[in-house]
């Protein structure tokens, strides 16, 4: 398939996909953020304010929360290495992360394996990716946990503004909602892309390896292109590949990620039945393959040995001697298939003739 037509594959899918709803639509003045109307209600804004220094606690860098996946994320998570004795909590800072209701690690697994379907139907995996996806950030087996306002180090105490979803070193970063992207990086976040909403909310990806070729600061891209790829850079170097996912409402504070990425999995997933409908809507099957007849050699013969002797010459006699395998070729093949079985036994029978002897008995008649 040429590139100008997968393209157009994944527009049509896209296109009939929007039509049902699916997507979000582009956000002007006079319309609500979509994203707002389906999160705010279950996010929590980050502090505004500096954190009070007053009545620290210490939480000993070992025992950090973390609900990471076993090996991904060591103590110094997306921050710098916590001081020796732990990263010193402020007591208000505490209490913050203390009303946080967590919820358990997530993972696109299931996602994925509906995903697969499309594959089966004929599409690319990549195309799967950019229509299956929805608005799922990472195009590619990718796990991630609860750690907003998780305690980060460097310099001093930090919170976590965002969600680590870990994934492979350069799995595609794609796009979670139409807009316009910026690049940046400096030491803390690395490199990075900006995905800016009409309204000014925008998608923070952090810690990429690379920007996706033809990448340009001000081009309008749509949900699911890929912007970058997952990696390590900035205050992440060292540690386990992910990309930090931050989400800021009207270029305001930061909210928690992670029930809106959970939230895009479940969209998702609820809505692929209507991306297979779209996709075959797009390629239809005019008809049913012809069972494609198995080569007949020397050391693969579909309808050997005998076919002549248990096939052909009874049906001459006129007896039913025909065979599964003789009724699989004609069905298969009602054109050429007779004329096949024909040619088959003639080289049977050929086969079957001892020409010495033939040869010897004809000797010694005499002329």
Known sequence: ???????????????????????????TSAQTNPILDL???????????PVPETSPGEVPAEEQPTEAPAGAEDAKGDGAPAPAGGIVVPAEAQRIIDK?????????????????????LGMSEAESYRTGLGR?????????????????????????????????????????????????????????VRVVMPDRTYFYLAHLSSLVEGFADGMSVSTGDIVGYV????????????????VYPKGGGPVDPKPILDKFLVEAKGHLPDVIAAYKAAHPVSAAPAIPLLPV????????????????????????GWTPAVLYVLASDPAAGAGYLLQTAL?????????????????????
Request: hydrophobic letters at 40%; glycine letters at 12%; a positive charge.
């Open 1 to 27: 398939m040429t590139h100008d037509r997968r393209r157009a594959t994944a527009v049509l899918v896209l296109a009939a996909v929007s039509g049902a709803g699916i997507l979000a639509a582009p956000v």
């Open 39 to 49: 999160f705010t209600t279950t996010t929590i804004a980050a502090p505004g304010t």
């Open 100 to 120: 946080v209701k967590r919820t358990g690690s997530s993972s696109n697994a299931e996602l994925l394996t509906a995903v697969s379907q499309l594959v089966a």
């Open 136 to 192: 799922f950030p990472v195009a590619g087996p990718a796990r991630y946990s609860h750690d907003w306002l998780y305690p980060r180090y460097g310099p001093g105490f930090r919170f976590h503004l965002g969600c680590d979803v870990f994934a492979a070193f350069g799995t595609p970063v794609r796009a979670p909602v139409d807009g316009v992207v910026e690049s940046h990086e400096d030491p803390l976040g690395g490199l990075s």
């Open 231 to 246: 990696g390590d850079s900035g205050n992440a170097k060292g540690g386990a590949p992910h990309v930090h996912v931050g």
């Open 297 to 320: 050699s020397p050391d693969q013969r579909l309808l050997r040995p005998t076919l002549a002797t248990r096939a052909v010459h009874p049906f001459a006699s006129g007896g039913d």
């Open 347 to 367: 080289d049977d029978l050929a086969a079957d003739i001892n020409w010495s002897a033939r040869s010897r008995s004809g000797a010694s008649r005499p002329n």
